[in-house]
């Protein structure tokens, strides 16, 4: 009789967010993902939510590694607080883990865990477990799907994913290699993305969005441009930062984890834009505010997120006026809506222009739809 394999979902069941699971196999155990939850709205005084992460601490001497899918935050932001308590490797893409080093970093606790970079369509043996990396197109770049060749058959974990036939990178998902599993032995088990799951038709593809920013860029000629979204979301950064550098503006970033990202894809080579087209945020009244661009964070109205902290009038180096253009090219995580709305009024009300997704198609949903 084959060995068993058992499954515990520590979080990310019925709800978006802090997804993470750990697949149990010859008594060792090997995490996918570890991520946290923003609060909803009746969690008064809660900042993040986290996975339950008490049968961890009593099996902490069972812990492989941790696997993780890519390096958004309801995916890898609780790895940071588990590694409090626990030591690991973490497994990923170079972009995976650069995203997730960075909050470890600022934890203090890049010495608990070792950062292990794979390739698209790796196979590698971690401990007991046979972990195949299968590329999938996301919201970010470099995610995985991760095949789990075990005793029991093969585990297909998708990740977040979608289907985009023209992503901003060309990396698409691998439907060549998830039809080769299939027609071999079969899929025993295919853990879905189910984001997305009553919405209907396709998702549209991700340079969709870059054709309606060039437009909103054409369009308002004479106003600084403001835009806000997920510091993760590099290929949206990237649409920005290009149709700002063509319509001739410079660019600057705002917010500490949109500053490391962008430094980080930079470095990867994943964001190919000429050095002289950055600026940093104080030197941007040296320019024409026509001839600016700010790529903020902020987008899920944070408190204390830059974005903001320019809507209540508290950023030392922007202020918002009649001159500005804010767009929201972002989608508010369920839970988020009031605090979005919140930063909106803000800004209206400092004699701002907004634009957001229900405005305009600034927006393209990283997930796949029925």
């Known amino acids: 009789m084959a060995a068993p394999v058992r499954i515990i979902f520590l979080g990310g069941l019925g709800e978006i967010g802090r997804n993470c699971m750990a697949i149990e196999q010859d008594d060792r155990l090997l995490l996918i993902d570890c991520g946290l939850m923003f609060p909803d709205a009746d969690m008064h005084g809660i900042d993040l939510v986290l996975p339950d992460f008490t049968f961890l601490r009593d099996n902490a001497h069972r812990i492989e590694a941790c696997v993780a899918t890519h390096g958004h935050e309801d995916h890898v932001g609780g790895l940071q607080f588990l590694l409090r308590e626990l030591s690991f490797p973490i497994y990923g893409s170079p972009v995976t883990l ?35 990396f299968i590329p999938v197109t996301h919201s970010v770049p470099f995610a995985h799907a991760i095949a789990l060749h075990t005793p029991q058959g093969v585990i297909l974990h998708s990740g977040d994913f979608k289907i985009d036939l023209t992503p901003v990178d060309d990396r698409r998902t691998d439907l060549a290699r998830l039809g080769a599993l299939a027609a071999g032995d079969g899929i025993r088990l295919l853990m879905l993305d ?14 969709s969005v ?70 940093n945020i104080e030197e941007i009244d040296n320019y024409p505010p026509e ?72 927006h393209a949903t990283g997930h796949a739809q029925a």
Not at 255 to 275: C, E, F, Q, T, Y
Not at 328 to 347: C, K, M, Q, T, Y
Request: aromatic share 4%.
């Open 98 to 132: 650069g995203l997730a080093r960075n909050r470890i970093q600022e934890a203090g606790l890049l010495g608990k865990t070792e950062l292990i970079p794979v390739v698209d369509n790796e196979r590698r043996r971690i401990g007991p477990f046979d972990v195949e």
């Open 194 to 207: 189910s984001t997305n799951a009553e919405e209907r038709g396709s998702a549209p593809s991700e340079r």
């Open 210 to 279: 870059g054709v309606v920013l060039r437009q909103l860029f054409a369009e308002h000629k004479t106003e600084r441009i403001i835009t806000a979204s997920f510091a993760s979301h590099i290929h949206r950064v990237q649409q920005i930062a290009e149709a700002a550098i063509d319509a001739g503006r410079v660019v600057a970033t705002l917010g500490r984890s949109m500053i490391n990202n962008v430094r980080m894809a930079r470095d990867l080579g994943i964001i190919k834009l000429p050095d002289h087209a950055f600026v």
């Open 291 to 362: 001839k600016v661009c700010v790529i903020s964070t902020g987008s899920q109205g944070e408190p204390m997120a830059a974005l903001s902290l320019l809507a209540r009038g508290d950023n030392k180096f922007v202020k918002i006026g009649p001159k500005d253009l804010v767009i929201f090219s972002s989608h508010a995580i369920p839970g988020n809506e009031s605090n979005v709305n919140r930063v909106i009024d803000g800004l209206l009300r400092a004699g701002a222009d907004v634009v957001h997704s229900g405005i305009a198609d600034v």
